[in-house]
């Protein structure tokens, strides 16, 4: 596992049992989840029989997304994947973290228990 992977799952492990703020930007689109995190584990794409799956942090817990009318709309399951190729972690505070991958750039901001 790659340094920055192993330290954004570690600060991510330590907010576990707090709901974080999840906005993801990819090309002109951005999307915001709300998510309670109970737990984050590790998934290598050598793990996985499709081959488009690639390594991802894996946030389990339960979250909901704002869809275009404003309203939160549940995830459909009990996890986000948080795909980690090429992830540069640019800070990683106590209550904030910004990150970029190959697909996206990640802000990431801690919530309330």
Known sequence: MEQAVQQLQEWLASE???TIV?????????DTVHFSLESVDYRSSGDVIDDYLGDALILRGTGSTLNGDGELVPLP?????LAVSG???????????????ERARYTITIGEA
């Not at 640019?90 to 990150?99: G, N, P, T």
């Open 22 to 30: 999840i906005e993801k930007q990819e090309l002109e689109d951005v």
């Open 77 to 81: 399951q009990p996890s986000y994947e």
């Open 16 to 18: 576990a049992g707090k």
């Open 87 to 101: 992830l540069q972690v640019h800070s990683a505070e106590a209550e904030k973290a910004e990150l970029q991958t």
